[in-house]
């Protein structure tokens, strides 16, 4: 493996600022990395190769001539297939979706772009992002680098996975209840899920639009507030974006680098551990705690009793909004078009054989279950009651956020489970989004940091929420962790994975 891929990018970054390194020479190795693993890892549905070295060469050329670069120009970024890419397939997934190429670029994507980051391709995910395992691809599974035979998380598994993997520094992922910080956890990686409204919106395809948010898929929190940093801030364009600038993030990562957090209060949330928590993911945190303590922090209990509420709240929220969403998928416009077997080609008949073939099970799933609970006679007794517990959660923050700075969890309950192993059980896969869902209810930020391995030798994370618009309390307490950890692990968690063999 090239010593460019196992580079962070900041690291990579420093090296290609002082020329030892071009983005070419990186971008490439990356590249070669990628086919290389994925044809096991299965982290991309689009690999752009040739777009990437065109926009390395030019970052590389307005370097040489002196211009004044982006931080992170020249570092190579994969992006989740569910944000749209100008001249790049994006496909959610989806079958029906299948081969759309968009006509413009998602705002994030246009700052990258500005920014001089090559983009490596799209990444898997499960269908228009529901799922908690990538099982649900049209396109295939993506695998977990640390085993094989295991998911990576969802619905981000294959920008998880891509960074997991070493096929990019750097990743693009959507969190809609978990779907940055829980492949995170399972993978070994670092995910941010932004206050909902500080990265724009626009150009993600949307599943739940009050509940969607893009963030950083990365090795360290550093990198991940490089990122955060890049494509955070206002856009006119989003109805829902914050018109405030972002908070200093990479000052605050690299406060929390030194170690010391003498002054901060961390509220350990009570309805999020105990029974249905893996013993090794609860010991990982509790270490992880003791580290913090260590560090300076007050270590303090907070309840938030509505919590145990979330998932059933957010299972009737999220369905209701995916069912008008996705409404635009009928066959007509854009996307797979598909003529009934029998009979006139009417605009119902094709919008039915449409829909039938072009979405997966899940996706129908969640549709008929969204389309019920918004339909008359029952919108008050579920969609109405749902948005009235969401209220009661937001309330639990606000208590318990004037008691702590910040929260801390588990990220997810268990390590990574086996590919296929809760296929059949809708719910049991739905539990594993338990403790990252309350944060997008409530629109507050979340980020996992690695915890360590638990009894099984799979990793485990540690999730730190902050008050709406305090993204930077994340980054000063998740950097603290994981310098600290990693002072213990001498080296970083990702250094203790299998190495993936190499395609000749």
Not at 4 to 17: E, F, I, N, P, S
Not at 283 to 308: N, Q
Not at 343 to 371: N, S, Y
Not at 406 to 412: E, G, N, Q, R
Request: proline share 6%.
């Amino acid at each position: 493996m090239s010593d460019l891929t196992r580079l962070t990018a900041a690291d990579l970054a420093d090296r290609l600022a002082s020329g030892e390194v071009t983005s070419v020479e990186a971008t490439q190795a990356h590249l070669d990395r990628i086919a290389a693993v994925d044809g096991q890892v299965h982290a991309f549905l689009h690999v752009s190769g040739e777009e990437a070295l065109a926009t390395a060469a030019d970052v590389d050329r307005r370097r040489a001539a002196g211009e004044q670069l982006h931080a992170l120009a020249g570092v190579p970024i994969a992006v989740k297939d569910v944000v749209v890419t100008q001249g790049l397939p994006t496909t959610a997934g989806s079958r029906i979706l299948e081969g759309w190429v968009p006509p413009y670029d998602a705002t994030l994507v246009e700052r990258i772009k500005a920014a001089g980051l090559p983009i490596l391709g799209k990444t898997n995910m499960d269908e228009f992002a529901m799922g908690s395992s990538t099982e649900h691809s049209a396109y295939g599974n993506t695998h977990n680098p640390w085993d094989l035979e295991r998911i990576p998380g969802g619905s981000g598994g294959g920008s998880a996975a891509a960074v997991a993997a070493y096929e990019a520094p750097l990743a693009i992922g959507t969190d809609t209840g978990g779907s940055i910080r829980q492949p995170a956890a399972v993978t070994g990686t670092v995910g941010v899920k932004p206050t909902y409204g500080s990265v724009s919106r626009y150009g993600l395809i949307a599943l739940a639009s009050s509940l969607d948010q893009a963030g950083p898929v990365t090795r360290t929190v550093l990198d991940s507030a490089l990122l955060h940093e890049l494509i955070g801030g206002h856009d006119p364009r989003d109805s829902t974006s914050i018109p405030e600038p972002v908070p200093a993030l990479v000052a605050a990562a690299r406060q929390g680098a030194t170690g010391d957090l003498r002054g901060v209060r961390v509220g350990v949330i009570r309805e999020l551990q105990g029974e249905g928590y893996q013993p090794g993911v609860l010991a990982r945190f509790e270490e992880s705690l003791d580290l913090l303590r260590s560090a300076g922090a007050e270590i303090v209990e907070v309840t938030c009793p509505h919590f145990t509420y979330a998932l059933a709240a957010y299972y009737l929220i999220l369905p209701a909004e995916a069912s008008s969403n996705l409404a635009k998928f009928d066959g007509m416009r854009f996307g797979l078009r598909v003529e009934p077997a029998e009979g006139p080609a009417t605009a119902e008949r094709v919008m039915a054989a449409t829909r039938g073939q072009g979405f997966g099970d899940e996706v129908k799933r969640r549709i008929i279950l969204g389309t019920y609970a918004l339909s008359a006679g029952y919108y008050d007794a579920y969609y109405g009651s749902a948005q009235k517990v969401r209220t009661l959660i937001q309330r639990d923050f606000d208590a318990a956020f004037a008691r702590a700075d910040v929260l801390v969890s588990p990220t997810a309950p268990t390590t990574a489970f086996r590919l296929g192993e809760k296929l059949d059980d809708p719910l049991a896969m739905y539990l594993n989004d338990v403790a990252t869902i309350p944060a997008n209810l409530a629109g507050v930020p979340g980020l996992s940091v690695p915890s360590g391995l638990s009894d099984d030798g799979l990793p485990a994370g540690f999730q730190v929420l902050a008050p709406a618009k305090a993204d930077d309390r994340l980054y000063r307490v998740g950097a603290a962790l994981e310098a600290l950890l990693e002072q213990s692990w001498e080296g970083p968690l990702l250094s203790r994975a299998p190495e993936l063999e190499v395609a000749k």
